[in-house]
């Protein structure tokens, strides 16, 4: 069965596998411009897994992780917001542990001549789920790990350059990462095709883009 991967805005990530649902970095419901009511109710109480990169409010709230939040659901996240979120499974860069029979490695994000995010706050995620591995970096540079990250099918990458790498820099993310597809995130006001121009020389990559709220089969 094809996984589904569905674009919520910024960072926010829906992945459906094997009947089994992941939320990354889900969104407040202030920054969800582009996501109709019924794209909402439809998410409501189904996730195995809730994966929070980092505390910055639009990256989550306590408001949506409850909505999200079913009787089983396990949710993770670094130390500032896990504190804030009854029964949440804390984790740092380096850490792997197993939810719902979804394996979840935390891995370095950070900025590296930027002010809003430092080393050790937050962290990026690598993903093993139906024998696919998907990386959502978080709010990052390009930075050294990503070189040492293994295999990867699926590379969420922000591209917004204000608080993260810019596009050009999430192009040489993506040629050091080598995934099977890339998939550009928080972009603010940069055009998500830019990432797909700067990749299109690289044969061994795919380009993704996704409108908010629309799923996406992946074979």
Do not use: C
């Given at each position: 069965m094809?996984?589904k991967i ?17 939320h ?10 582009d996501?109709g ?8 109480g ?9 505390s ?6 306590r ?24 029964g949440?499974?804390e984790?740092?860069?380096g850490?792997?542990?197993?939810a719902n029979?979804?394996?979840v ?6 900025n ?5 995010h430092?080393?050790g ?6 993903v093993?789920?139906g024998?696919?591995t998907?990386y959502?970096a978080?709010?990052?540079d ?6 040492s990250?293994?295999?990867?099918d699926?590379?969420?990458l922000?591209?917004?350059?204000k608080y993260?790498?810019?596009v050009?820099e999430?192009?040489?993310a993506?040629?050091t ?12 006001d ?9 990749l ?5 990559i795919?380009t ?7 799923p996406?089969?992946?074979?």
């Open positions: 094809p996984a569905t674009w919520l805005g910024n960072a926010w990530f829906s992945v459906v596998e094997d009947e089994k649902r992941i990354f970095d889900p969104l407040p419901e202030k920054y969800r411009k996501l009511l019924s794209v909402i109710a439809g998410l409501k189904t996730a195995d897994v809730i994966l929070i990169s980092h910055h409010g639009d990256h989550w709230d408001a949506t992780v409850d909505m999200l939040r079913g009787p089983r659901t396990v949710v993770i996240a670094p130390h500032k917001p896990a504190g804030s979120i009854p949440a499974r984790i740092e860069a850490q792997s542990l197993e029979g979804i394996a490695r935390a891995v370095p994000a950070y590296l001549r930027k002010i809003y430092r080393r706050k937050g962290v990026g995620y690598v093993e789920i024998g696919r998907i959502h978080g709010d990052t390009l930075i050294p790990e990503m070189s990250l293994g295999r990867i699926i590379a969420l922000p591209i917004g350059g993260t790498m810019d050009k999430a192009a040489e993506a040629k990462i080598a995934p099977r597809i890339v998939i550009p995130m928080h972009n603010l940069t055009e998500v095709s830019e990432m797909a121009r700067l299109e020389g690289e044969r061994s795919r993704v883009l996704l409108e908010p709220g629309r996406f089969a992946i074979d």
